[in-house]
């Protein structure tokens, strides 16, 4: 059987990605393609309870470390129990954030120096990688403006505008760098226009998956 693909999705708060991944599981599974949506941190019962620790507000301070340890727990137990899995069964795994998040909040917004998180990508991960990262770009007055109507906001989306400056520029200059697996979109326009421009990124995936 043939293999599905990997494909997630990267942005800051407010980015819009969930709207678009549920877009991508219509049209996908319009096609005949089978889809797992999924995310991190999260996506089995236990990395869904990491989830609930990490992004809880509290008085103590999460050491770094023990962030970015939780983060890749997780990531390890979602890996091996079900993108690895769901890969195998031929699925296409759509993945609301992966490892270019952990570079761009805990690098990019916490500091974090990179060989320590390239270590652990390393140990859990051993070579893994998407096979397509789409980028939901927007400045971040923007995406501020959208969490403010939001409501009650999680540890992350209590972090300052320097945080946030942070997260998006390590995502652009991993998208930079990183250019074959990326497709950085804009995402200020319309729901309309920014599905239509994830469409044609897909596209090409679409074709070479029909022929496989
Ligand atoms: P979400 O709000 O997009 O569901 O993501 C949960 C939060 O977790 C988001 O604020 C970003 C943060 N996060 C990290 O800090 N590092 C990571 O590696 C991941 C996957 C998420």
Redesign the pocket.
């Known amino acids: 059987m043939r293999n599905g693909y990997f494909i997630t999705f990267e942005g800051g ?1 407010g980015s819009g990605k969930s709207t678009q991944i549920a877009l991508v599981r219509e049209s996908l599974e319009q096609a005949g393609i089978p889809v797992c949506v999924t ?3 999260g996506g089995t019962e236990l990395a869904e309870e990491i989830r609930g620790v ?2 809880e507000p509290r008085a103590e301070i999460v050491d770094v470390n023990t962030e970015l340890l939780l ?1 890749f727990a997780a990531r390890a137990q979602h890996l091996a129990q079900c993108i690895r899995p769901a890969l195998a069964r031929g699925e296409w795994v759509l993945c ?4 270019d ?2 570079y761009a ?2 690098h990019g ?1 916490r500091g974090l120096d990179v060989s320590t998180i390239a270590t652990l990508e390393q140990l859990v991960q051993a070579g893994f990688s998407p096979d397509m990262t789409l980028l939901f770009d927007a400045p971040i007055d923007i995406t501020l403006q959208r969490m403010r109507n939001r409501g009650a906001l ?1 540890r ?2 209590r972090e300052g505008r320097a945080f946030m400056e942070g997260v998006r520029a390590t995502y652009l200059s991993r998208a930079q760098s990183e250019a074959d697996r990326f497709r950085v979109i804009d995402a200020t326009g319309s729901i309309e226009a920014v599905n239509a421009a994830v469409k044609e990124h897909l596209k090409r995936l679409v074709d070479r998956w029909r022929v496989s």
């Open positions: 708060e995310r991190e941190p990490l992004l983060i609301d954030r992966f490892t998040a952990t909040y805990q917004g999680d992350f989306e």
